[in-house]
């Protein structure tokens, strides 16, 4: 049976606004296992971002369990939270959050400055396969502005591998990109997930989650919908695409 | 995370912004250059003033009379006539550290050589005078303690008088010149000395014996002042206590009761002095730390616009395993990075400046090391200063909406 990496239970969030409890999160519940490609979906309000920000160990619930490979997030201090997002997590953002004037290599080179088990001179060799991995070996001397937004986001991607994370943690990774990039992008997760990657990814866009391998949509702070569903390729998706365009 | 990964860290992030950098760094570098200036000029002076006050005889000792007062009323200096023959003798023989002892009677009178003239002083000495004070002949001889005892019309004169009646190049040696009526041969003259510290000229000097100005000029048998020499540096205040104690004993001055004279050593002017220049140079560092404190106020200002523009940066390091420490660190690895190589900048800068203004006003180049070496520990402490509250700012955001910030 395959190993548990995420499980979430009966998770609460509760926000203090003024004088009211905005509960963001009522009891959600779910375990993610080793090698699973995990839609997260919902509109905004939904309390998606919060359940992002718990899984990230960004945030820490006001109820419930969250633990991530084998570790209970309960009693963690900053500091161990910290280590636990350099060792177990990787982040791909929106917005891509890349340094500027600094090149692809060292963008992607940064988690490890934060690892102390990595010796400085394993760094760069590391960086170097994890831009292979996202096809951008010959673009490793580039500055983020002379990179495409799907390049960039390749980039950003690969900074997220380099740790050699247990999850990967997408928030709406292709909301700055257009339908032939988002594609790319997702056909490059789709093959993170066959290499074996186990990946969550939060969108609003339902076909976006249509490349996943399954499908867990919030409303209002509870789970609505959780069921493994029919995979599409997005490499298919984008030679339709072509196609397309040739009519 | 280690120490090196921050240097890095920071050094990276700091090239990332040149112009900006460069900019906050020159607020440092002009405090440390003017202080590093200010200090070397301020200590240039000083030696220079010490050099200037030796070279009139570091073991000197002048001897003059008290004012006098009677009946309430202050006589002034110059009427006293308690400094005589007899104290000259005793303080000639019956001393041990004071080597030489010289007395002084001046007057004023117009100097006349064929169609020049010239008014000046005539300060009449004994014939070691010149070793009291340092002075050198240039031409011809000194008078001897024979011109002394016989009131010879001698006399052995300045560059500037030579100048001023001499003006046809002739050479003075033998010359006869007018003293107001009485005429005198030039038997010697000077080495210059030009100006003393305050400006006086010192070479517009005419020196007799003093008998003969004494008898034949002023008629009196009283002195103006003594001047005497220690044996050495060291010995000038025993000198002083010798020559004290005589000079009590002489005048009949009951123990208890103060002297009718004072006592000046070099020693004391020496140490006058060079308080005052010291006093200036503290004054000049003062001012210049100012422009320290301004330039360290501008890295706290930059630093705080960083974090603020930086919120993203902060944001995405703390998502991708920083912990607080490492960000509070880094920023705190820029500001120091930004004062201590601002630091060194403004140190090379500043010698630089002492050099030339050293060079223009003709002043010893002193670096003063404790300078450099406490400017650049005030650099150091101005970057943890200046750059911990921006760097805490820093570190306690909250990733979340640090991540989110537009």
Not at chain 1, 121 to 144: F, Q, Y
Not at chain 2, 87 to 92: F, Q, S, V
Not at chain 2, 213 to 231: C, E, V
Request: proline share 2%.
């Amino acid at each position: 049976m395959a190993k548990d990496i995420l499980r979430v239970e009966n998770l609460e969030r509760i926000f203090r606004v003024g004088s009211e409890d905005v509960h963001a999160l009522r009891g959600v519940s779910f375990v993610i296992q080793e090698g699973e490609f995990v839609s997260i979906m919902g509109t905004s309000g939904s309390g998606k971002s919060t359940l992002l920000n718990i899984l990230g160990c960004l945030d820490t619930p006001s109820g419930g369990d969250y633990i991530i490979d084998g570790v209970s997030i309960k009693n963690l201090s900053k500091n161990e939270m910290s280590t636990l997002r350099n060792r177990k997590i990787g982040f791909v953002f929106q917005n891509y959050n890349l340094l500027a004037r600094t090149t692809a290599i060292e963008n992607v080179e940064l988690p490890l400055f934060y690892n102390t088990s990595v010796p400085a001179r394993e760094r760069r060799e590391r960086a170097k396969e994890a831009l292979k991995l996202v096809g951008l070996e010959n673009r490793m001397e580039h500055m983020p502005n002379q990179l495409s937004g799907g390049q960039q986001q390749r980039v950003a991607i690969a900074r997220a591998l380099v740790n050699d994370p247990v999850i990967l943690l997408a928030d709406e990774a292709t909301g700055n990109l257009d339908t032939r990039t988002s594609y790319e992008i997702m056909s490059l997760f789709q093959d993170l997930h066959e290499q074996g990657k186990t990946i969550a990814f939060v969108t609003h866009e339902p076909d976006i989650a249509t490349f996943t391998t399954r499908k867990i949509k919030l409303m209002d702070g509870q789970i609505i919908e959780d069921a493994p569903i029919a995979t599409q390729s997005a490499a298919e998706a984008l030679a339709a695409l072509n196609l397309q365009k040739e009519d | 995370m280690n120490i090196g990964n921050l240097i890095k860290i920071a050094i990276s992030s700091l090239f990332r912004n040149k112009m900006r950098t460069a900019l906050t760094m020159l607020g440092i570098v002009i405090g440390i250059a003017s202080v590093i200036a200010m200090v070397s000029i301020g200590q240039a002076s000083t030696q220079s003033v010490k050099g200037e006050l030796s070279s009139m005889g570091s073991n000197m000792i002048m001897v003059m009379p008290s004012r006098q007062h009677r009946g309430g009323v202050d006589m002034g200096m110059s009427t006293s006539k308690s400094l005589t023959n007899k104290d000259l003798k005793m303080l000639k023989e019956n001393t041990r550290y004071v080597a030489a002892v010289s007395p002084n009677v001046s007057t004023s009178k117009q100097l006349i050589y064929g169609n020049n003239n010239h008014s000046s002083s005539i300060s009449g000495v004994d014939p070691s005078y010149i070793d009291i004070r340092k002075l050198e002949l240039k031409e011809g001889v000194m008078f001897t303690d024979e011109d002394v005892k016989r009131y010879n019309k001698v006399c052995v004169i300045g560059k500037t008088v030579v100048d001023k009646l001499f003006t046809n190049g002739e050479n003075p040696i033998g010359k006869t010149i007018r003293l107001g009526s009485i005429p005198m041969t030039v038997i010697g003259v000077l080495e210059s000395k030009g100006q003393n510290g305050m400006g006086n000229d010192q070479d517009d000097i005419v020196l007799a014996p003093y008998t003969t100005i004494q008898k034949r000029f002023l008629g009196i048998t009283y002195f103006n002042m003594l001047f005497a020499s220690a044996t050495s540096e060291e010995e000038s205040e025993l000198a002083a206590t010798e020559i004290t104690y005589i000079l009590r004993s002489n005048h009949g001055i009951k123990s208890g009761d103060v002297d009718d004279f004072e006592i000046r050593t070099q020693e004391e002017l020496v140490s006058t002095m060079s308080s005052i220049t010291r006093m200036l140079t503290v004054l000049l560092a003062a001012i210049a730390s100012i422009s320290l404190v301004v330039g360290g106020i501008g890295i706290m200002n930059i630093m705080y616009v960083t974090v603020t523009e930086r919120t993203k940066e902060i944001g995405l390091r703390m998502a991708i395993g920083a912990h607080n420490r490492d960000i509070k660190l880094q920023f705190l690895c820029e500001s120091v990075i930004l004062s201590l190589i601002g630091g060194i900048i403004g140190i090379i800068l500043g010698l630089i400046i002492s050099y030339a203004v050293s060079r223009l006003m003709k002043l010893p180049y002193v670096v003063s090391e404790m300078a450099i070496l406490i400017s650049f520990i005030v650099c150091a402490l101005t970057g943890i200063f200046f750059g911990w509250y921006p760097a805490k700012k820093a570190a306690n955001m909250d990733p979340i909406s640090a991540l989110r910030y537009e």
